[in-house]
Nanobody, 120 residues
């Protein structure tokens, strides 16, 4: 089955930076919206950042000014640049997208998650 694959997570000290990437396992026809979610231990999953097909971005208040969501183009990997990380950013980060794979109708897809750990 088609899936999204995240990479770029890891361990970083407070104040450091990481860049997460997400790629689809099949050719993308179009993207309506894509985003990054995160889930910390014992907490519910939250939407961190999203970007629409026209490039409009939105961020949860806690990451504004520190995180940037972007994509190279409609068919290539998308990214989450995370700067000035703090321990509260520690979570599993998930890529999500509502898109059309070539030859398929629009659907919602999730990645398996990548761990981001920020030490103090």
């Amino acid at each position: 089955q088609v899936q999204l694959v995240e990479s770029g997570g890891g361990l970083v000290q407070a104040g450091g930076s990481l860049r997460l990437s997400c790629a689809a396992s099949a050719s993308i026809f179009s993207i309506s919206v894509m985003g990054w979610y995160r889930q910390a231990p014992g907490k519910q999953r939250e939407l961190v950042a999203s970007i629409t097909s026209c490039g409009t971005t939105n961020y949860v208040e806690s990451v504004k000014g520190r995180f940037t969501i972007s994509r190279d183009n409609a068919k290539n990997p998308m990214y989450l640049q995370m700067n000035s990380l703090n321990p509260e950013d520690t979570a599993v980060y998930y890529c999500n997208a509502r898109l059309r794979i070539v030859g398929e109708l629009e659907n919602n897809y999730w990645g398996q998650g990548t761990q981001v750990t920020v030490s103090s």
